[in-house]
Nanobody, 124 residues
């Protein structure tokens, strides 16, 4: 699975940005996707995730009510609509995908993939 993000940039506080992630390869086996972010000297944190089947979503408390994650399964795309952006949202945002593969005998293994990241900068 290959992931390519786009849509980052510079925006003033209170503004909006929409991130996109294009997936290619063995996308039919993706079980969930998500957006993560990481700043200098900080651990990578989950921002929002969405499952493939039911489309269940989960958001970090810091972005609830401001960010919306969505998927277009037909186009193998994932999006993150970011509204009411704050300077503390400034980070590199990464697209993530997980594949759960089942093997004979009942064993399973999860594979994880990352995009190259896109910079989001919110000025005060």
């Amino acid at each position: 699975v290959q992931l390519v993000e786009s849509g980052g940039g510079l925006v003033q506080a209170g503004g909006s940005l929409r991130l996109s992630c294009a997936a290619s390869g063995s996308t039919f086996t993706i079980s969930s996707m998500g957006w993560y972010r990481q700043g200098p000297g900080k651990q990578r944190e989950a921002v929002a995730t969405i499952t493939s089947g039911s489309g269940d979503t989960h958001y970090a408390d810091s972005v609830k009510g401001r960010f919306t994650i969505s998927r277009d399964n037909a186009q193998n795309m994932m999006f993150l609509q970011m509204n009411s952006l704050k300077p503390e949202d400034t980070d590199v945002y990464y697209c993530n995908a997980k594949r759960l593969i089942f093997y004979e005998g009942g064993d399973s293994k999860e594979y994880e993939y990352w995009g190259q990241g896109t910079q989001v900068t919110v000025s005060s």
